[in-house]
């Protein structure tokens, strides 16, 4: 009994020594310290030394390689196993011991099995002794440790199911940092416990009232890491978080509105009180586009939505030169989304909405001078990029400049288009019709110009495209011109000539009595050449185009080109130009540019 009693207390004093050099910082003296006392240390002594020798080695990489090769470690380990493995036989649960070891061992990052494989049969058959912090340091060694050593994860993943059943009869004594701590190493585990997770959530939300904004942040980081995504839940996270906005540093708001986009959850009220607070913000260039795609995720046409982007933009605007290509996309595309038209083949004019055409509440608006600013700029530092982007890239970004008609007939713009034209032969075919439908969407001379590079390639490809690029061919060559085909597409001879048109591709000499089809330009009665402006009051009266078209076609009906009359028989006008039929032959008039020198208008005539 006096042995024990003088044992007891020279570990005591042990540990007190221990103690007071660590204080001291000094690794090394550390080390010689454990190395004289080291035989006779019981289990506390051996937790305390590898507990005090990770916290000093923790801060630096060069420290802790220098203590995983020092022979005092290994020393203390063999130590630290064979008292464990005595433990086992004990009732003594030692639960401090066990975590501040398996913590040690975690942080210093040392791989050691045989006293990992111990430490979790004695955690295991000891969960419920464990304190909640206790728990949570051990849940985070083993979840540290087992990403060490794979060969003992299926016993860590056994021991978090103990865990989750013990947890569930006490979750009252946890507070919200240590479930937070218990969410984070259930994720980071990928070991299912979804009912266990959603329990958890639950008791999260009941203290989240309390919590610190970082907590509050911390908390929709956990839930959207274990696949939460429960409204009640967000409208209670949005509802505690718009009570002090201004209190959360951007990292937390942005987990919070990427929490809220992956739940499809939108809270006006905590987005535009987030915009307001980010406008005081420094904001990295990271944070920039994790904001603006978090924000547009859900309901990005909200006026809600626009309006907050509106209020950030001219933070946005000048951090766009200092993002990667990849980013710097993401970023316009979104915002495209956000702000843009959005038309469609068919919308060409903003009278001619019809049933079946997408609505969108920004078409017709006038552009705010932020939206304008964030996309000019955009496009000028889109011709910096121009190498680094893939051919599916370069159409998406065309495609979003387009849907925010800001700047199409711009320098930066045009530069954009040009870029894919001087390469036009290595863009893949799916591409190449976005790039088509995209720029005929926009209805103006330039960009008509713009598009005729790509028809040129498209007239090279077409005979060998499968039956359904050929009808997206038709669908971007005969819907631009207001018109409707077939399902399969149309025919050969009138999609040549079509395509002929667009680019202005000289056709191959042929008979008259040739059943095929001739383009070649025409003068009809008064109309010869005309300017874009004059193109431009064509269109705003078509009527009057009509009838110079009707009495110089030998007042000829009009009807849908290259369709047999049996097969349609109604009507419309073209965006540019007029469609007619004398019962014979059709013909079809339009206009295309034919350079951006003289911004001339040629008039042609396809006979069909």
């Not at 060694?141 to 060969?151: D, N, P, R, T, Y």
């Not at 025409?522 to 402006?533: I, K, Q």
């Not at 110089?552 to 049996?566: F, I, K, M, T, V």
């Amino acid at each position: 009994m006096r042995n024990s009693l003088c044992e007891r207390a020279d570990c005591f004093r042990i540990n007190i020594v221990i103690t007071e050099v660590a204080d001291g910082g000094n690794l090394d003296l550390v080390l010689a310290t454990v190395d004289r006392h080291i035989h006779r240390m019981d289990l506390v002594n051996i937790a305390t030394a590898l507990h005090r020798l990770a916290k000093l080695s923790a801060a630096s990489s060069n420290n802790q390689a220098r203590l995983r090769s020092h022979p005092v470690l290994t020393t203390v380990m063999g130590f630290a196993y064979a008292h464990l493995a005595n433990l086992e036989v004990t009732t003594s649960p030692m639960c401090q011991a066990l975590t501040n070891i398996a913590w040690a061992v975690a942080t210093i990052n040392v791989a050691h099995v045989p006293l990992l494989s111990l430490l979790l049969g004695l955690a295991s058959n000891r969960v419920r002794w464990f304190k909640p912090f206790e728990l949570c340091s051990l849940l985070w060694a083993f979840v540290k440790l087992g990403q060490c050593a794979e060969s003992v994860m299926q016993r860590v993943n056994r021991m978090f199911g103990l865990v989750a059943e013990n947890m569930r009869l006490r979750m009252d004594q946890f507070s919200l940092k240590d479930l937070l701590r218990v969410g984070w190493a259930f994720n980071a585990t990928r070991s299912g416990h979804h009912s266990f997770l959603l329990c958890l959530a639950d008791r999260m939300m009941r203290l989240v009232g309390q919590a610190t904004c970082a907590d509050i942040g911390r908390v929709a980081g956990v839930l959207s890491d274990a696949g939460i995504h429960q409204e009640r839940i967000a409208h209670e996270l949005a509802r505690v978080a718009t009570l002090r906005q201004g209190s959360f540093s951007p990292h937390d708001l942005q987990r919070l509105l990427c929490y809220f986009g992956d739940s499809n959850f939108f809270h006006e009220e905590f987005l535009l009180g987030t915009a307001v607070a980010l406008q005081t913000m420094p904001l990295q260039p990271s944070q920039v586009v994790t904001t603006f795609e978090a924000m547009t995720r859900t309901m990005p046409q909200n006026p809600g939505t626009n309006a907050a982007l509106v209020m950030l933009l001219p933070n946005f605007t000048p951090a766009l030169v200092n993002l990667c290509p990849k980013r710097f996309l993401q970023i316009v595309r979104a915002a495209a989304t956000c702000f843009g038209q959005q038309r469609c083949v068919g919308q060409l004019r903003p009278e001619n909405h019809g049933e079946g055409l997408p609505s969108n509440p920004n078409f017709g608006r006038s552009t705010p001078d932020q939206i304008r600013a964030f996309f000019l700029a955009a496009q000028q530092v889109a011709t910096f990029h121009l190498p680094a982007f893939s051919w599916h890239e370069l159409a998406e970004l065309v495609k979003a400049f387009i849907e925010a008609q800001v700047g199409v007939d711009t320098g930066a713009f045009q530069a954009v288009v040009q870029h894919v034209a001087q390469c036009v032969a290595n863009v893949d075919t799916p591409t190449l019709l976005a790039l088509l439908r995209s720029l005929l969407e926009v209805g103006s001379a330039n960009c008509t110009v713009l598009a005729q590079p790509l028809f040129v390639e498209a007239m090279k490809r077409h005979e060998n495209m499968p039956t359904h690029l050929l009808v997206a061919l038709s669908d971007v060559c005969d819907s631009s011109l207001w018109l409707h085909h077939w399902p399969d597409g149309l025919s050969p001879e009138y999609l040549q000539n079509s395509i002929q048109a667009w680019g202005q591709i000289a056709p191959p000499q042929q008979s008259e009595s040739t059943a095929g089809r001739l383009h070649e330009n025409a003068v009809l009665g008064g109309l010869g050449t005309t300017t874009a402006n004059g193109l431009d009051d064509m269109a705003a009266h078509p009527h009057s185009c009509q009838g110079s078209c009707q009495e110089q076609a030998g007042n000829c009906s009009l009807s849908r080109a290259g369709l047999n009359p049996e097969r349609n028989a109604d009507s419309s006008y073209l965006s540019d130009g007029q469609v007619v039929e004398d019962g014979s032959a059709d013909v079809i008039l339009w206009a295309s540019t034919l350079g951006t020198g003289s911004n001339t208008i040629s008039w042609s005539l396809l006979r069909l």
